[in-house]
């Protein structure tokens, strides 16, 4: 917590402000260390940028995914979800098509191609969890399971309220 901190005159402390120990910052940090982690499989072994990779994943996760939700899923925005479609389609990994049932939504699917990367990738990128989480004890990797859920409904409430 940050102390207020008075070293010069004046009615008004300051507060004091250390990044380091700032949550957002950490949170931030942590993500961006274990997402390096996982990158090093995706970008390094098999060429896919982190956008390529979210969407490969969330379509591996739900064939047959529409754009906007795959966005919504991967927590990318449209041009994104654009960007790495285009790339995954390119590469031979995914396909665009019309959904029938709403001409305006296109569906993703991934090809065989895409399929076996997918299931190459899934299991590495389990490792590289595993590990990182195997610092917690089980009862540790449980309660941060529960903060992670309370702490992100906290955020969206927060961002709804503005």
């Known amino acids: 917590m940050a102390e207020p901190q008075n070293d010069k005159p004046g009615p008004a402390a300051e507060p ?17 260390q274990v997402s390096e982690t996982v990158a090093q499989i995706y970008a390094d072994r098999f060429d896919l940028g982190r956008q390529e990779w979210r969407i490969l994943s969330a379509i591996g996760y739900r064939n047959g995914m ?7 899923y991967a927590a990318l925005d449209k041009m994104q979800v654009s960007r790495a479609v285009a ?17 305006r ?20 990128a389990l ?8 610092a917690l004890s089980p ?14 409904a906290r955020a969206r409430e927060l961002r709804r309220i503005g």
């Open 16 to 32: 004091s402000f250390d990044l380091q120990k700032f949550f957002p910052y950490r949170l931030a940090i942590l993500a961006e």
């Open 66 to 72: 529409p754009a906007k939700e795959a966005g919504d």
């Open 87 to 103: 790339n995954l389609v390119e590469k031979g990994l995914a396909t665009r098509e019309v959904d029938a049932a709403d001409r």
């Open 105 to 124: 939504n296109h569906l993703l699917r991934l090809t065989e191609a895409g399929r076996a990367l997918y299931l190459k990738i899934i299991p590495l």
């Open 127 to 134: 490792a590289r969890e595993a590990f990182v989480l195997d």
């Open 139 to 152: 009862e540790e990797a449980r309660v941060l399971d529960g903060a992670l859920d309370k702490l992100s």
